[in-house]
């Protein structure tokens, strides 16, 4: 079993490609196979090399390892397209001389005034195949003499259709009336993707195509196009679209300098259109491998949910060792907080406080705010509640003048000291605790009330107080 990933180093490395990377391999590696690596970037004013600079560190960050690729390279083949230049001309114009390919000279022009006049005419647009049956010699005669042309497929008929299995739609059936002879090779020389990505798929032995749906219209031609150069024709498999992405959500570089795990990613990420059949919803990258089941592909588009993201990272940090989450965690504090002037253990405690409320590592900075404020500013909602009950008011100042009195700073000590209090002012958790909580940290959410005492210390409690009493 082979498969293969391709990507265009045109844009960043997406959650999209992460999910179609991830079904390439999984579908390999099902049934023990081999997985492809393979670089578009025939169109260089496009290419960008910090992105394909990215795509290996990104496929290493999250254990796709590739079997042959670029940096991985078989028999001297090459897996990057702008290296592969005169394997596309040679089967181009193999096609050529077998006649299911034609020189066109139609100019952008006549082709933009076409698709005008179909658009006015409220139909579909369609090539008029205007130099299919040009005469060869005149057609390299006109080459010869420097006019610009490009390399059009020719449908074998626009009589009959075409016919493949699509591993998640099922048969797919296309009369040839409706296929487009397209374009293999641009006037710049330069192969178009359905020529370059088709061809090497079977000149490198793919067993399964597996891209997105979007493709799978044109997937005829593909097969067409292979049956004219007596190629073996590859299965395809045709992904569901992923809805509910945007410029921030998609972007893998982002997620991760949030502080979102690779793991966690992963996870999400395979179940953006698959199912396990089973009510199981974590699986390491091994698990996945056991069970991945292209059958279970589905059909009904993906959709990308920031907060199922979410839920499935703060599982993972919830589950991380603690040293190992101590280091990871404490360079999201540092980058917005002075940490040096701080007690490691105080640190430490901080930081392992927060680890059941982040649901990512950034998060850290904004839950912790309170922490390292000087002063907080109360807003309106705050301070009406702090106004709501009578008893408010001196809850507070009792609560001011016991930690004055406090010499003993432990979560203990200050533990004792409230549940004192609280019965001295024989109130219910809720009237007693929460006052004091929004007081000092202007929220009625947060870490356990003592804990965030302890955080606080002593004398930022008591300048709080000043403000609020």
């Keep these: 079993m082979r498969t293969r990933f391709n990507y265009n180093p045109k844009k960043p490395f997406d959650i999209s490609d992460l999910r179609d990377a991830l079904y390439a391999y999984l579908i390999a590696k099902h049934e023990g196979g081999e997985f492809i690596l393979r670089i578009e970037d025939c169109n260089q004013e496009d290419y960008d090399f910090s ?13 796709l390892s590739y079997d042959e690729g670029p940096k991985k390279e078989k028999d001297e083949t090459s897996y990057i397209q702008s290296e592969r230049g005169e394997i596309y001309k040679k089967y181009a114009d193999k096609l050529i001389n077998k006649g299911a390919a034609y020189y066109c000279f139609c100019s952008k022009e006549d082709l933009n005034r076409e698709r005008l006049e179909a658009t006015e005419a409220k139909r579909t647009y369609q090539y008029n195949k205007a130099h299919r049956n040009f005469p060869k010699d005149e057609a390299k005669r006109k080459i010869e003499l420097g006019e610009k042309y490009v390399i059009r497929q020719a449908i074998p008929t626009n ?8 591993l998640v739609y099922g048969d797919i059936i296309t009369p040839n009336a409706s296929l487009e002879d397209q374009i293999l090779i641009k006037s710049d020389g330069i192969p178009t993707y359905n020529f370059a990505s088709v061809l090497d798929d079977s000149l490198m032995n793919i067993d ?24 073996p024709v590859p299965d395809f498999l045709h992904l569901p679209s992923i809805i509910g992405l945007n410029d921030k959500a998609d972007t893998l570089t982002d997620l991760l300098e949030q502080g979102f795990l690779p793991e966690a990613i992963l996870n999400y990420v395979a179940f953006l259109g698959w199912s396990p059949k089973t009510n199981q919803e974590f699986f390491t990258l091994q698990e996945l491998i056991s069970i991945f089941d292209k059958k279970n592909i589905i059909k009904r588009p993906a959709h990308f ?11 993972y940090i919830l589950n991380m060792d603690n040293t ?27 930081l392992l406080a927060y680890k059941n409320k982040l649901s990512f590592a950034s998060e850290i900075a904004l839950l912790a705010h309170p922490i390292f404020t000087d002063l907080i500013e109360l807003n309106e909602e705050a301070i009406t509640y702090l106004k709501s009950e009578k008893s408010i008011p001196n809850t507070l100042l009792q609560f001011k003048e016991a930690i004055k009195k406090c010499n003993n700073w432990s979560e203990e000590s200050l533990k004792t000291m409230l549940d004192s209090l609280k019965k001295q002012c024989n109130l219910s ?10 007081a000092l940290t202007g929220t009625k959410k947060g870490l356990d009330i003592y804990v965030t005492l302890y955080l606080l210390g002593k004398e930022k409690i008591l300048n709080r107080m000043e403000e609020i009493i």
Excluded: C
């Design 51 to 63: 992105n394909e600079n990215n795509l290996y560190k990104v496929l290493d960050l999250f254990h």
């Design 429 to 438: 958790d809720n009237l007693f605790y929460m006052p004091i909580r929004v």
């Design 305 to 315: 949910d920031i907060q199922k993201l979410k839920w499935y990272n703060h599982h």
């Design 159 to 166: 009589e009959g259709q075409t016919s493949f299995h699509d």
């Design 208 to 231: 399964i195509v597996t891209r997105n749906n979007a493709f799978l219209s044109s997937t005829p031609k593909y097969i067409q196009f292979y049956e004219s150069l007596n190629l």
């Design 324 to 350: 190992k989450y101590l280091k990871w965690i404490r360079p999201f504090l540092e980058k917005f907080y002075n940490l040096e002037i701080y007690n490691e253990n105080w640190l430490d405690k901080l």
